[in-house]
């Protein structure tokens, strides 16, 4: 899940916008916890793996 649809419990704002500080230590703990497909969002995934399949495809017609 992204932090961008969170809604904090304290201000009840967007935790992307930080405007309090629960807010802004919410959003600074789930950015280091992302890693690196963190970041992606779900069209963005779905893009990579059906290039991923693509590329295994076309590698296993290769090899044959």
Same mark, same amino acid.
Not at 2 to 15: E, G, M, Q, S
Not at 57 to 63: E, F, I, P, S, T
């Given at each position: ?8 419990? =304290?201000? /009840?704002?967007? &935790? ?5 500080? +629960?807010?802004? *230590?919410?959003?600074? $703990? ?10 992606? =969002?779900? /069209?963005?995934? &779905? ?5 991923? +399949?693509?590329? *295994?495809?076309?590698? $296993?017609?290769?090899?044959?």
């Amino acid at each position: 899940m992204t932090y961008d649809r969170l809604v904090c419990a =304290n201000c /009840a704002a967007p &935790v992307s916008e930080g405007r309090c500080p +629960v807010c802004r *230590a919410s959003r600074e $703990r789930l950015q280091q916890q992302a890693g690196i497909f963190g970041q992606l =969002n779900p /069209a963005m995934l &779905v893009a990579l793996l059906i290039m991923l +399949v693509a590329l *295994a495809a076309v590698l $296993r017609q290769a090899v044959a």
